[in-house]
């Protein structure tokens, strides 16, 4: 229900007006006829016509700016990978760089992970002991990444700051092996 106060069209489309259920099959013909009309028309289809049109409908109709113009305009940028050596027993990790957060996230939760895991002994990632260890690990970089990860083209992004072995340290350090903590001791 709570999705109604978000998105009315969501509530509509996807909710059914909170008729769907387990095992509900949901379909959406519209989507479908725009990955079919892309697929014929390429880039064009996004650019003019009615895809553009109607995104820009759906986005007014939501409060939303985005208008055919923007569409047309929009450009995707090419951005390097983010690759860090050495990052979990000696594995290469090629991740999304900021604006994504996950690739960052990731490589402190891992990095972090890999120290619980050698500290304890290795014990089997399925085991209790090795997922409290991994819920432990990416608490701290959850906490970090809602704080400073951004678009680094509209704020500063300290990438090296939150890669930096010392912080994975002191990150490490504050985790207890048989004790969960709250989100406000983090």
Not at 113 to 135: C, D, F, M, V, W
Request: net charge negative; proline share 8%; aromatic share 6%.
């Amino acid at each position: 229900p709570w999705t109604k106060t978000i998105s009315q069209w969501t509530w509509r489309q996807w909710c059914h007006e909170g008729t769907v259920t387990v095992g509900s099959k949901l379909s959406n013909e519209a989507l479908a006829e725009t990955l079919e009309t892309l697929g014929r028309r390429g880039i064009e289809a996004w650019r003019t016509g009615p895809i553009p049109e109607g995104l820009s409908r759906i986005a007014r109709a939501s409060g939303g700016k985005l208008n055919v113009n923007s569409i047309a305009e929009y450009r995707a940028d090419e951005i390097e990978p983010l690759t860090l050596k050495n990052r979990f027993f000696g594995d290469t990790i090629i991740t999304m760089p900021p604006p994504s957060s996950g690739g960052i996230a990731i490589a402190q939760i891992l990095a972090t992970y890999e120290r619980l895991l050698k500290a304890a002994g290795n014990p089997p990632l399925e085991s209790t002991q090795g997922r409290h260890l991994l819920i432990e690990a990416m608490k701290p970089a959850f906490a970090l990444r809602a704080r400073y990860l951004a678009d680094p083209a509209f704020a500063p992004v300290p990438i090296d700051r939150l890669l930096d072995e010392g912080l994975v340290e002191s990150m490490t350090a504050d985790i207890d092996p048989h004790r969960a903590r709250t989100a406000e001791e983090i």
